[in-house]
């Protein structure tokens, strides 16, 4: 494949230094009035100011107070700042939040019209349920009766794990928490969330290779960044801020390198771009690191020192030379080679990744293949370097630390007994009561044994429709799942539309809690047993969320629902008090008005998170960060006098021990080149000392300030006695500490003492190249399921079928075992736009938002185009082989290559050609509607997370 190169784009911009670096408010100001050049201080301003709107004129007494509240914007995970202008409790402006560190004021489209939240006509207004196929309006009393009256039933005929619900990913943290907190007390794991298939294979790669499952740097460091590596991120549209960061690093002299099956917005910014075949990101990272190797380009004493097994890796590479390289991924040896160099020449450099890595059967190898890239450069635990992973949601990373997920407990820790005892503890209830509301038959653990639901993971949102159909034999639990609740969630964001449709239908109870209906109210032919639950949007709740680079923000609640919506938390306890638990479960809040406050639950979650450090964090100290965010510098997020001098912005977490210890957060992980109590660190001790009698422990490396010189395990009661610390613990932390980790001591003692003496809680390690707890313990290439080149599959294969995966049978070599690349010619895969977000129902009833974007579409290569007869806004059949097609508009264009084409995900409302308006309740349908990409997605689960594949499957395109 032929690299395209764009030329003179890293140049420095001479002039005024004020366009070659983030602006503060004080700077821009200043700025505003130099001699720079008009437009080029028009360009400084962000064109997404919305004044004061319309809808003021409506307000009774005009002369009332206007009231400005900061919050957070609900969309992409960036975390834009926003001041909403509030008069009589309506939300009549908005004005950027200059003093943001993150967005400096800038806003993306859907930013700019958040306002819309405040009073959109489209939303879920008060509850109802289905009679006869039609929806009627109900109370909440109502609701919540027949729902707890049916959930109950169900329970006590097939088990606690017949109900199986959906969280959020836009939930704020406390709202997350509370509903994987309502799962255990439920008495089931099976509850998931968005992050099972934006990112699971991201947490699951990263958190394996060197502790944590988690963007390692920020946004803001990448201005630091000397090289940026994208591949599978087309940030120009699905992070349109966090792409100023890294147009600000190309102004200051960055390369940008992009490589991407498709030629995206961002690639339009590359100094080099590469395109490959899709599926095929394995073969293109052992490329390079061919090429590195075989050059000596590896930082050696930082492999030797922090690194374990990168000599697998080599054997690995060694069989990628560039001719096979080219046969698997398309790319020459030319361009492999100029893009290794330039990763070589200029360090420290950021690999930055989305969904377009991690969406696949091997995701959680793309993802390690990416993290040996950065550790063979020794790119990661420096500033300007690491794993930037832009995530999703506004807390989808939130969610996935301490929300519903169904392989483990907040914060990261296990299903087996100690993770359980330990939230038992934070949460004061016995042990033995919590297991008895779980099953108590043992079912297969898919590898020989046998073990109880409470320590088995449960059905992930992936899969839930196979939890419906699969045969109640094959399934790993007492009964298939009988119930559904989508507690802010869009199903279209899910593969394989047409079966999803008949698992709705088999449902006998479909509870939809939502601020719109979503596609779950409209693809189903039910009649009966289905509601719609208006819940509150994040501007009707006050909360915290979690951006990308862990930084956690409070968001002050901007208004009132204007209809009958509820907060996640209300919703929670009453549908948990109906049920027989809200007493136990909610005993250690405030309760107000049914609802316990953010506060209170913020203050449990700092009480019980300590293995990822969100115990620092009280609601205190965000709320101070938020009111001094101009005190923040814009690079380095570090406050720069104040109160909060030498803290880092909204203290990203790992922001160790009690709000007391004053930990400043974390902002760049596995820094040795600062004191723990400066934010920096090393990598975690997570996977024992040795193996194979060679150490796993860090040599001759420690973070700075450190007493012990060289690697160590994880801090725990026999540790802090081994070195003569533990007298250093008061009374009641001792009678704390005795017997327990810095993960399970309550008091914060043992990490209080380890941080005293300049040690990492964690433990000092080395980071794992080979993982050997994985399928493949080094990441290999294996071909898609539905792979275009079928004559691949016998040199790099899939995986055997499993009888038992996340409770269910999994396939997959019995699916890749046909060729279907004859009669569907063409990759499909998908991405995001700019104007919407995620399933696409919030945005897309945006009025100011629906208007740019009206048509789901298909872009197909002007040869392939001709190919199928097909012309420029032609409406066409996309048709996948297992059955799924989409009636939408071609758009014949060369960013996609020959033999690929791309759609976004956002749309939902039709289906197969049919407009779905007709079964939304009145005036709650969509203004812009269309068919769901995954309605023809396919079959295809990742080994080790079940995340979908939705990047790399197969179609053809017809006329319609």
Same mark, same amino acid.
């Given at each position: 494949?032929?690299?395209?190169?764009?030329?003179?784009?890293?140049? %420095?911009?001479?002039?005024?230094?004020?366009?070659?670096?983030?602006?503060?408010?004080?700077?821009?100001?200043?700025? %505003?009035?130099?001699?720079?050049?008009?437009?080029?201080?028009?360009?400084?301003?962000?064109?997404?100011?919305?004044?004061?709107?319309?809808?003021?004129?409506?307000?009774?007494?005009?002369?009332?107070?206007?009231?400005?509240?900061?919050?957070?914007?609900?969309?992409?995970?960036?975390?834009?700042?926003?001041?909403?202008?509030?008069?009589?409790?309506?939300?009549?402006?908005?004005?950027?939040?200059?003093?943001?560190?993150?967005?400096?004021?800038?806003?993306?489209?859907?930013?700019?019209?958040?306002?819309?939240?405040?009073?959109?006509?489209?939303?879920?207004?008060?509850?109802?349920?289905?009679?006869?196929?039609?929806?009627?309006?109900?109370?909440?009393?109502?609701?919540?009766?027949?729902?707890?009256?049916?959930?109950?039933?169900?329970?006590?005929?097939?088990?606690?794990?017949?109900?199986?619900?959906?969280?959020?990913?836009?939930?704020?943290?406390?709202?997350?928490?509370?509903?994987?907190?309502?799962?255990?007390?439920?008495?089931?794991?099976?509850?998931?969330?968005?992050?099972?298939?934006?990112?699971?294979?991201?947490?699951?790669?990263?958190?394996?290779?060197?502790?944590?499952?988690?963007?390692?740097?920020?946004?803001?460091? +990448?201005?630091?960044?000397?090289?940026?590596?994208?591949?599978?991120?087309?940030?120009?549209?699905?992070?349109?801020?966090?792409?100023?960061?890294?147009?600000?690093?190309?102004?200051?002299?960055?390369?940008?390198?992009?490589?991407?099956?498709?030629?995206?917005?961002?690639?339009?910014?590359?100094?080099?771009?590469?395109?490959?075949?899709?599926?095929?990101?394995?073969?293109?990272?052992?490329?390079?690191?061919?090429? +590195?190797?075989?050059?000596?380009?590896?930082?050696?004493?930082?492999?030797?020192?922090?690194?374990?097994?990168?000599?697998?890796?080599?054997?690995?590479?060694?069989?990628?030379?560039?001719?096979?390289?080219?046969?698997?991924?398309?790319?020459?040896?030319?361009?492999?080679?100029?893009?290794?160099?330039?990763?070589?020449?200029?360090?420290?450099?950021?690999?930055?990744?989305?969904?377009?890595?991690?969406?696949?059967?091997?995701?959680?190898?793309?993802?390690?293949?990416?993290?040996?890239?950065?550790?063979?450069?020794?790119?990661?635990?420096?500033?300007?370097?690491?794993?930037?992973?832009?995530?999703?949601?506004?807390?989808?990373?939130?969610?996935?630390?301490?929300?519903?997920?169904?392989?483990?407990?907040?914060?990261?820790?296990?299903?087996?007994?100690?993770?359980?005892?330990?939230?038992?503890?934070?949460?004061?209830?016995?042990?033995?009561?919590?297991?008895?509301?779980?099953?108590?038959?043992?079912?297969?653990?898919?590898?020989?044994?046998?073990?109880?639901?409470?320590?088995?993971?449960?059905?992930?949102?992936?899969?839930?429709?196979?939890?419906?159909?699969?045969?109640?034999?094959?399934?790993?639990?007492?009964?298939?799942?009988?119930?559904?609740?989508?507690?802010?969630?869009?199903?279209?964001?899910?593969?394989?539309?047409?079966?999803?449709?008949?698992?709705?239908?088999?449902?006998?109870?479909?509870?939809?809690?939502?601020?719109?209906?979503?596609?779950?109210?409209?693809?189903?032919?039910?009649?009966?047993?289905?509601?719609?639950?208006?819940?509150?949007?994040?501007?009707?709740?006050?909360?915290?969320?979690?951006?990308?680079?862990?930084?956690?923000?409070?968001?002050?609640?901007?208004?009132?629902?204007?209809?009958?919506?509820?907060?996640?938390?209300?919703?929670?306890?009453?549908?948990?008090?109906?049920?027989?638990?809200?007493?136990?479960?909610?005993?250690?809040?405030?309760?107000?008005?049914?609802?316990?406050?953010?506060?209170?639950?913020?203050?449990?979650?700092?009480?019980?998170?300590?293995?990822?450090?969100?115990?620092?964090?009280?609601?205190?100290?965000?709320?101070?960060?938020?009111?001094?965010?101009?005190?923040?510098?814009?690079?380095?997020?570090?406050?720069?006098?104040?109160?909060?001098?030498?803290?880092?912005?909204?203290?990203?977490?790992?922001?160790?021990?009690?709000?007391?210890?004053?930990?400043?957060?974390?902002?760049?992980?596995?820094?040795?080149?600062?004191?723990?109590?400066?934010?920096?660190?090393?990598?975690?001790?997570?996977?024992?000392?040795?193996?194979?009698?060679?150490?796993?422990?860090?040599?001759?490396?420690?973070?700075?300030?450190?007493?012990?010189?060289?690697?160590?395990?994880?801090?725990?009661?026999?540790?802090?006695?081994?070195?003569?610390?533990?007298?250093?613990?008061?009374?009641?932390?001792?009678?704390?500490?005795?017997?327990?980790?810095?993960?399970?001591?309550?008091?914060?003692?043992?990490?209080?003492?380890?941080?005293?003496?300049?040690?990492?809680?964690?433990?000092?390690?080395?980071?794992?190249?080979?993982?050997?707890?994985?399928?493949?313990?080094?990441?290999?290439?294996?071909?898609?399921?539905?792979?275009?080149?079928?004559?691949?599959?016998?040199?790099?294969?899939?995986?055997?079928?499993?009888?038992?995966?996340?409770?269910?049978?999994?396939?997959?070599?019995?699916?890749?075992?046909?060729?279907?690349?004859?009669?569907?010619?063409?990759?499909?895969?998908?991405?995001?736009?700019?104007?919407?977000?995620?399933?696409?129902?919030?945005?897309?009833?945006?009025?100011?938002?629906?208007?740019?974007?009206?048509?789901?579409?298909?872009?197909?290569?002007?040869?392939?185009?001709?190919?199928?007869?097909?012309?420029?806004?032609?409406?066409?059949?996309?048709?996948?082989?297992?059955?799924?097609?989409?009636?939408?508009?071609?758009?014949?264009?060369?960013?996609?290559?020959?033999?690929?084409?791309?759609?976004?995900?956002?749309?939902?409302?039709?289906?197969?050609?049919?407009?779905?308006?007709?079964?939304?309740?009145?005036?709650?349908?969509?203004?812009?509607?269309?068919?769901?990409?995954?309605?023809?997605?396919?079959?295809?689960?990742?080994?080790?997370?079940?995340?979908?594949?939705?990047?790399?499957?197969?179609?053809?395109?017809?006329?319609?």
């Amino acid at each position: 494949m032929k690299l395209v190169k764009k030329s003179g784009s890293a140049q %420095s911009p001479s002039g005024s230094g004020l366009l070659r670096k983030p602006v503060s408010r004080r700077a821009f100001l200043r700025g %505003s009035g130099l001699a720079v050049g008009g437009a080029a201080v028009a360009g400084m301003i962000p064109g997404t100011m919305v004044k004061k709107a319309k809808a003021a004129k409506r307000v009774p007494d005009p002369r009332a107070e206007v009231k400005q509240v900061k919050t957070v914007c609900g969309h992409c995970s960036v975390g834009c700042s926003t001041i909403a202008e509030v008069q009589n409790g309506v939300w009549i402006g908005q004005e950027p939040a200059f003093d943001s560190p993150i967005n400096l004021g800038a806003h993306c489209a859907k930013g700019a019209a958040l306002r819309n939240h405040g009073h959109s006509q489209r939303r879920v207004k008060y509850p109802m349920k289905m009679v006869g196929g039609r929806w009627q309006r109900i109370s909440w009393d109502q609701a919540i009766e027949e729902i707890g009256d049916k959930l109950l039933a169900i329970r006590e005929e097939s088990g606690p794990d017949a109900f199986w619900f959906a969280g959020s990913s836009k939930a704020n943290n406390e709202g997350a928490y509370l509903q994987r907190k309502f799962a255990a007390f439920w008495g089931s794991n099976n509850c998931d969330h968005q992050a099972r298939i934006c990112h699971s294979t991201t947490v699951a790669g990263v958190a394996n290779t060197w502790g944590y499952g988690a963007q390692t740097n920020s946004y803001n460091d +990448i201005n630091k960044a000397k090289a940026i590596i994208m591949c599978g991120s087309n940030a120009a549209e699905a992070h349109p801020v966090a792409m100023q960061m890294i147009l600000r690093a190309k102004e200051g002299g960055a390369k940008l390198i992009v490589m991407d099956p498709r030629f995206t917005r961002t690639a339009a910014h590359s100094d080099v771009y590469v395109r490959f075949r899709s599926g095929t990101d394995v073969a293109l990272m052992w490329g390079l690191l061919w090429h +590195i190797f075989e050059n000596e380009w590896e930082d050696k004493e930082y492999i030797r020192q922090r690194v374990y097994g990168m000599e697998h890796v080599r054997e690995e590479v060694a069989k990628w030379n560039p001719q096979e390289v080219e046969r698997v991924t398309g790319v020459g040896r030319d361009a492999m080679y100029e893009v290794a160099k330039l990763m070589a020449d200029n360090r420290p450099g950021t690999f930055v990744w989305c969904m377009g890595g991690t969406q696949h059967t091997i995701g959680s190898n793309y993802v390690r293949a990416y993290n040996c890239l950065q550790l063979a450069l020794g790119n990661i635990g420096v500033e300007g370097g690491g794993a930037n992973i832009f995530r999703g949601h506004d807390n989808v990373q939130g969610a996935t630390d301490i929300g519903p997920n169904p392989d483990n407990l907040p914060g990261y820790y296990p299903l087996a007994e100690g993770g359980w005892r330990h939230w038992s503890r934070v949460w004061g209830v016995d042990f033995d009561w919590l297991a008895a509301r779980f099953e108590q038959m043992e079912y297969s653990d898919g590898r020989g044994g046998t073990t109880k639901p409470m320590f088995t993971p449960g059905i992930t949102v992936s899969r839930w429709i196979d939890g419906v159909l699969e045969d109640k034999a094959n399934v790993a639990q007492r009964d298939n799942i009988r119930a559904v609740m989508f507690w802010g969630h869009g199903p279209n964001s899910q593969t394989r539309g047409p079966e999803m449709k008949r698992a709705f239908e088999k449902l006998d109870l479909l509870v939809v809690a939502d601020p719109y209906p979503t596609v779950s109210a409209v693809l189903h032919d039910r009649k009966e047993n289905t509601y719609l639950l208006p819940i509150a949007t994040q501007f009707e709740q006050a909360g915290s969320c979690t951006a990308s680079n862990r930084s956690l923000q409070w968001r002050e609640k901007v208004i009132d629902p204007l209809y009958e919506h509820k907060p996640d938390a209300e919703f929670a306890y009453l549908l948990a008090r109906k049920l027989g638990f809200a007493e136990e479960m909610f005993k250690n809040y405030e309760i107000v008005n049914n609802m316990p406050t953010p506060e209170s639950v913020l203050r449990e979650v700092n009480r019980g998170a300590w293995s990822i450090g969100y115990t620092g964090q009280s609601p205190e100290r965000l709320k101070e960060h938020m009111a001094n965010q101009r005190h923040f510098d814009v690079v380095s997020l570090k406050a720069e006098g104040g109160p909060l001098d030498g803290e880092t912005y909204c203290l990203p977490w790992p922001c160790y021990g009690t709000p007391e210890m004053k930990h400043p957060g974390t902002h760049v992980l596995y820094d040795t080149s600062k004191h723990v109590m400066e934010g920096g660190g090393n990598f975690r001790a997570n996977f024992g000392t040795e193996r194979d009698g060679v150490t796993l422990l860090a040599e001759d490396s420690w973070s700075k300030g450190a007493e012990i010189q060289g690697g160590y395990p994880q801090f725990d009661h026999a540790l802090l006695k081994q070195l003569g610390w533990w007298d250093e613990l008061t009374p009641e932390e001792k009678a704390e500490a005795e017997g327990k980790s810095w993960t399970t001591d309550l008091s914060g003692g043992i990490i209080r003492v380890a941080m005293k003496h300049g040690c990492h809680p964690f433990g000092n390690a080395k980071a794992r190249a080979l993982v050997w707890n994985f399928p493949d313990p080094v990441p290999v290439h294996r071909e898609p399921l539905y792979t275009p080149r079928h004559d691949l599959t016998a040199d790099y294969p899939t995986y055997e079928d499993r009888a038992v995966f996340y409770r269910l049978p999994t396939r997959w070599k019995s699916v890749q075992a046909k060729d279907y690349s004859r009669e569907f010619p063409l990759i499909h895969t998908s991405g995001r736009l700019v104007e919407y977000e995620g399933a696409g129902e919030e945005t897309r009833s945006n009025p100011y938002l629906a208007e740019l974007k009206q048509d789901m579409f298909v872009e197909i290569n002007p040869a392939d185009a001709n190919n199928a007869n097909v012309r420029d806004g032609q409406t066409v059949w996309l048709e996948g082989p297992e059955g799924g097609r989409l009636k939408i508009k071609a758009l014949v264009t060369n960013r996609v290559g020959r033999g690929t084409v791309f759609t976004p995900f956002h749309f939902g409302g039709h289906f197969q050609g049919e407009d779905l308006l007709a079964k939304y309740p009145e005036g709650a349908a969509p203004y812009v509607r269309g068919e769901s990409t995954n309605t023809a997605t396919t079959y295809g689960y990742d080994a080790v997370t079940m995340m979908q594949e939705t990047k790399t499957t197969l179609c053809r395109v017809v006329p319609a």
